[in-house]
């Protein structure tokens, strides 16, 4: 069974930085790409980074390329999504993903999800 579990999150001012936790199976880690998404309130859900299992290459939406950054820890089977120079835009639910179709930030190639974290960001 796939488990992915989300930490991490909360309120920050403009400009700040927080970090960003999914802890994943064994197994679900070796084999599965692993990215995040987000949904703001009356917003489709969207990508925002991807992490491949074995070469650990990575993808970014272009609305947090420079800001934010994907990275795995082999050792404790988590991914982590470090944030930097967040804005009020950021505002959403954060989910983490597992899927297999590669780089990819659509989130119908992804078919396993951890529980949401609310990331706040204010002006």
């Known amino acids: 069974q796939v488990q992915l579990v989300v930490s991490g999150g909360g309120s920050v001012q403009a400009g700040g930085s927080l970090r960003l936790s999914c802890a994943a199976s064994s197994q679900t880690y070796k084999s599965n790409y692993l990215a995040w998404f987000r949904q703001a309130p009356g917003k489709e859900r969207e990508g925002v980074a991807v992490i491949a299992p074995i070469r650990g290459n990575t993808a970014y939406a272009d609305s947090v390329k420079g800001r934010f950054t994907i990275s795995r820890d082999n050792d404790k089977s988590t991914v982590y999504l470090q944030m930097f120079s967040l804005k009020p835009e950021d505002t959403s639910v954060y989910y983490c993903?597992?899927?297999?179709?590669?780089?990819?930030?659509?989130?119908?190639?992804?078919?396993?999800w951890g529980q949401g974290t609310q990331v706040t960001v204010s002006s």
């Open positions: 993903a597992a899927g297999y179709r590669g780089l990819s930030l659509l989130r119908s190639d992804y078919y396993s």
